[in-house]
């Protein structure tokens, strides 16, 4: 079992036009509205790939209430807690020149209340094949070290981790010993004090000390210059692949998508790097957070080249 967490979903509003002028007029081209959140983003990848998952977190207000109502049309399961005020809507620019200009709303407040029912809720869900995906920012009021809570909360009763986050959450979540982390190039950077573009040799080098950590898998994505991936003796590395790009935004929650549905499914290591490599090249050539077709995967999945590294 599956079970995504987004503490700080959205409505994502996506819009296009010809160029953005900043303290002018800008006629909008084309407008899309859908339900969002790194975890949500998650839960709607593995629907589309033939998976389930059962999507918490917390909604607020009509846009929380759209988000649960457009989930259950998707055929995903929601377990979220109901918070006052409203759920955020968050804003993608996309111009013809490719560039993507984001407005993100700051969401409601979490009381300590609201957060232990949450808490409640996960502690139910925990079992040895349950598979808890912990994606993104949290709201006002949640303490940065929740992640780390979390993970102690269900490896009490043998649950897994899949961590996706970044900067303080990420670092402090790492001591508690997720099982999967798909960091990026400039989130690793940023945890590693580098000042610049980190090579491939040090990307490597830092994910084989979060296995020797106990990590038990580390899929570090590089956006053009592909991903690599480090799971106790395994060590590979695989180009992009060559699509039609219309957003990367949705890339990285596609691969953790895929990688939950490749540990769900028991997938060799070979087949999981396949499907995370195609899921995360086919949601580039989506509009907004859209999935790729699981069709569009499976053809993604014979151009993957496989580059071992030890």
Same mark, same amino acid.
Not at 292 to 298: G, H, S, Y
């Given at each position: 079992?599956?079970?995504?967490?987004?503490?700080?979903? $959205?409505?994502?509003?996506?819009?296009?036009?010809?160029?953005?002028?900043?303290?002018?007029?800008?006629?909008?081209? /084309?407008?899309?509205?859908?339900?969002?959140?790194?975890?949500?983003?998650?839960?709607?990848?593995?629907?589309? =790939?033939?998976?389930?998952?059962? *999507?918490?977190?917390?909604?607020?207000?009509?846009?929380?209430?759209?988000?649960?109502?457009?989930?259950?049309?998707?055929?995903?399961?929601?377990?979220?807690?109901?918070?006052?005020? +409203?759920?955020?809507?968050?804003?993608?620019?996309?111009?013809?020149?490719? #560039?993507?200009? +984001?407005?993100?709303?700051?969401?409601?407040?979490?009381? #300590?209340?609201?957060?232990?029912?949450?808490?409640?809720?996960?502690?139910?869900?925990?079992?040895?094949?349950?598979?808890?995906?912990?994606?993104?920012?949290?709201?006002?009021?949640?303490?940065?070290?929740?992640?780390?809570?979390?993970?102690?909360?269900? !490896?009490?009763?043998? &649950?897994?981790?899949?961590?996706?986050?970044?900067?303080? %959450?990420?670092?402090?979540?790492?001591?508690?010993?997720?099982?999967?982390?798909?960091?990026?190039?400039?989130?690793?950077?940023?945890?590693?004090?580098?000042?610049?573009?980190?090579? /491939?040799?040090?990307?490597?080098?830092?994910?084989? /000390?979060?296995?020797?950590?106990?990590?038990?898998?580390? @899929?570090?994505?590089?956006? /053009?210059?592909?991903?690599?991936?480090?799971?106790?003796?395994?060590?590979?590395?695989?180009?992009? %692949?060559?699509?039609? &790009? !219309?957003?990367?935004?949705? *890339?990285?929650? $596609?691969?953790?998508?895929?990688?939950?549905?490749?540990?769900?499914?028991?997938?060799?290591?070979?087949?999981?790097?396949?499907?995370?490599? @195609?899921?995360?090249?086919?949601?580039?050539?989506?509009?907004?957070?859209?999935?790729?077709?699981?069709? =569009?995967?499976?053809?993604?999945?014979?151009?993957?080249?496989?580059?071992?590294?030890?």
């Amino acid at each position: 079992m599956i079970v995504t967490v987004t503490m700080n979903p $959205a409505i994502d509003k996506t819009i296009e036009i010809d160029r953005l002028v900043a303290g002018g007029l800008n006629r909008i081209r /084309k407008v899309e509205y859908d339900a969002g959140g790194k975890g949500i983003n998650v839960s709607k990848t593995i629907r589309e =790939l033939g998976g389930e998952s059962i *999507a918490t977190g917390f909604i607020g207000g009509n846009a929380g209430n759209t988000i649960a109502t457009v989930l259950k049309e998707k055929g995903i399961a929601c377990d979220f807690v109901t918070v006052d005020g +409203e759920t955020r809507t968050n804003t993608k620019v996309f111009e013809n020149s490719g #560039a993507v200009t +984001e407005l993100n709303e700051p969401g409601p407040t979490i009381t #300590a209340a609201q957060m232990e029912q949450l808490l409640e809720k996960l502690s139910g869900y925990a079992k040895e094949d349950t598979l808890f995906i912990l994606a993104g920012s949290i709201p006002n009021g949640v303490d940065k070290e929740i992640y780390a809570k979390i993970i102690r909360l269900v !490896h009490e009763k043998g &649950a897994k981790v899949l961590l996706d986050a970044d900067g303080e %959450l990420f670092r402090n979540a790492l001591p508690a010993g997720p099982d999967i982390i798909k960091p990026n190039r400039v989130e690793l950077e940023e945890y590693a004090g580098y000042d610049y573009r980190a090579t /491939k040799e040090e990307l490597l080098k830092l994910a084989r /000390k979060f296995v020797a950590q106990g990590i038990e898998t580390v @899929a570090v994505s590089m956006g /053009k210059s592909g991903a690599m991936f480090v799971r106790g003796g395994y060590e590979a590395e695989c180009p992009a %692949l060559s699509v039609k &790009a !219309h957003s990367t935004v949705g *890339a990285g929650d $596609a691969m953790v998508a895929a990688l939950a549905y490749a540990w769900n499914n028991k997938l060799n290591d070979d087949d999981t790097v396949r499907l995370a490599i @195609a899921t995360s090249a086919g949601a580039v050539t989506t509009i907004g957070t859209k999935p790729p077709t699981r069709a =569009l995967v499976d053809e993604l999945m014979t151009q993957v080249v496989i580059e071992k590294l030890s």
